[in-house]
């Protein structure tokens, strides 16, 4: 959420509504009470008691924390290369970052979403959305990597991702910018927006196995900007719920062009319907391109797949999937109680919190209640769907997550607080100041039907004076609350890798178990594995060459490599022997211009390396793994291009020197 400027006009519109100084949180001062370390303090040695997964933003990564300490526990690269783990450099994980543009190996990742079963969270996987060039992921937490990547067609600005339905049956993806679809020409004038654009909402459906993802359909929608959405759960599965702005269809200047109307919408989708006219045969098969990656635990290497068909079904033609509910103003965040009743919009312009009744909602459609219709969907009518509207909560509101326990929790980023409200009378409870204009916020299990109510964290959007000064960009920051109590009790700041915008949370014991700790060498399939020393060679084929060598404490086989040519294309395919935990060795080789490998136990990773030109090119493990670490090491002699010393390789001997000597 970067529309500071919109946020701002806002702000001052609003202030013939209320004055800015009336909002302001009554309990700023007293923000840290004395017992505030005491329970964020997780001692040495012990463990925490939740993971938190916290999206990075225009980093491209997900990092993962420990609550309630904010200690960084790991960073995960998903739409990103990392030279820490060498993803993205290595052979085998390049295709993750394929697409049909290409190679892309950067994306602005806003949403994390944890797996459900039952509405609850299962601890298999993460998803998050790539916002720039749209993709969505699926991160196993077995091993706390990207496991698999899909492009999606007729989509620019994945924002509205991934959000899943209760049973993880579907990621869900709805997108910012509405485009000419894929298969169109999108060569039209942009100020045609009204006549080709098209939103357009993705359904991606989940193996219950093995979380294998798959676009299962896609509906097409008007031309609006889809900003956030939720599923329903309970009395409201089979429906998703989605924000949308600039329904004015403007193409320029959207922070005016896109503010005219008082309310715009939320779109509810009708998804068990839309299942039913798939089946029937209703969708209609588009020709679009997009790129699905997989990684394998087996292979130790990603596939990267070219697609070329998709099934999109008509919200306009199939009457009965998609309804609109008008809501106040400019909504982003979208999100539904624990019991799927209460549909919560955030009118980033609006001065209250309008909260709809599913049931409400049902009955408006079956009254056929309807204000008209917007470009061939219904539009229930407001008051037919709403329960009832939150007054003067506070300044841009954005996002809303539950307690389980009857209450709500707003952000609001203008007026820089979280609010509590109560879900039944609609009342306020309790005001808390961030530091500040939060963004997102996180209730383990807040978007879940069985939520955790221990802490809330705020994700916020500028940092100023609130850790030592670093230049012109200071640290991105999350603020831990302890919401046990009647009142929110701030107990901790932390800082964030990249902009944090959503996060989820949950409890550690049903992810810590499950950790792989090491990769079983019997099982792995790289087909350039070495599962002994005794397998290791180096294989000449034209100017390119294979070397297929091993690792472990504390050394490389071979670690002598002679007969290479400047020119020559060299594969470091490196076998990592251990079969223990945590004992991963790196790889690294002067002159490389990618980065270093880091394999895992029982892994092999490869390193492309072009030998430029003659000369003597050391090698050596990156990750301090024994006492004798710094003697992992070894050499490759280049010779010049059309030289004829003999190709040759060795660990801890030596050939006679007539041996290695170029051939007269
Ligand atoms: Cu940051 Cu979810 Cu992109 Cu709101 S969004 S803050
Ligand atoms: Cu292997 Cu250091």
Known sequence: MKSIRIIAAAA?????????????????????????????????????????????????????????????????PVFSVDPEKGWGYSEETKPMLNTSHGFVPWDDLHHTELSQTNGEIDGRW??????????????????????????????????SSPFITENTEYVVA????SVPPDDKNGDVPINTYKQNFKGTISFISVAKEDGKMDIAFQIQCPGVNFDLSHAGKGKSHGWFFFSCYNTEQANTLLEVNASQKDKDFIMAVNWKKAEEYLKAGKGRKQAVKYAHNTYSDKTHSATSEIKTEVTVLDAKELKDICYFIPCPKSPHGCDVDPTGEYIVGSGKLAALIPVFSFDKMIKAIADKAYAGDYDGIPVIKYEAALYGEVQKPGLGPLHTEFDGKGNAYTTFFVSSEVVKWNIKDLKVLDRAPTYYSVGHLCIP???????????????????????????????QSAQLYDISGDKMQLILDFPTIGEPHYAQAVSADLIKGNSVKFFKIDENQNPYVSKGEGTTKVVRTGNRVDVNMTCIRSHFSPDNIEGIKAGDEVYFHVTNLEQDWDVPHGFAIKGANTGELLIMPGETQTLKWTAEKAGMFPFYCTDFCSALHQEMQGYIRVSPAGSNVPLLFSTGKNYPVADTAAKK
Request: proline share 6%; aromatic share 12%.
């Open 445 to 475: 299990g807040g978007d879940s039907k069985k939520p955790n109510a221990k802490y809330l964290i705020a994700y916020n959007k500028i940092t100023k004076d609130r850790y030592l000064p670093t230049g012109p960009e200071l640290a």
């Open 12 to 76: 001052f519109s609003f202030s013939l509504l209320m004055s800015f100084n009336s909002c302001k949180p009554k309990n700023a001062g007293n923000a840290v009470n004395a017992d505030a370390a005491s329970k964020a303090y997780v001692a040495p040695g012990k463990y925490d008691e939740f993971y938190n997964f916290v999206s990075g933003g225009f980093s491209g990564q997900l990092a993962t924390y420990g609550l309630p300490s904010g200690r960084l526990l790991r960073v995960i």
């Open 174 to 177: 709805g997108t910012r910018f």
């Open 126 to 159: 993460v998803f998050g959305n790539a916002n720039n060039t749209p993709r969505v992921a699926r991160i196993d937490l077995k091993t706390f990597r990207t496991a698999e990547i899909i492009e999606l067609p007729n989509s620019a600005g994945n924002h």
